[in-house]
């Protein structure tokens, strides 16, 4: 493998090779899942904000405000 120190002085196995392949492999598959994870979450966000009523909004957005201590009124 190219940018190793290899003792042996060989190329690298076959062995080697495709354990890289299937690391890099998972990697993929990690940042597939987490990209799909952000979208849904994103998406499930712009439709309960969407579909909510603004008067539900406004009694969230204040009792959050409550709960975390910050002053309203």
Not at 9 to 28: K, V
Not at 41 to 65: C, K, P, W, Y
Request: glycine content about 16%.
């Amino acid at each position: 493998m190219r940018g190793h120190a290899n003792p042996g002085g060989d190329a690298g196995t076959g062995r080697e090779i495709m354990t890289t392949l299937a690391a890099r492999l998972r990697l993929l598959d990690a940042d597939v899942l987490g990209i799909a994870l952000a979208g849904l979450l994103g998406l499930g966000l712009v439709l309960v904000a969407g579909f909510a009523s603004a008067e539900a909004m406004h009694g969230a957005a204040h009792d959050q405000r409550h709960a975390t201590g910050f002053p309203c009124h």
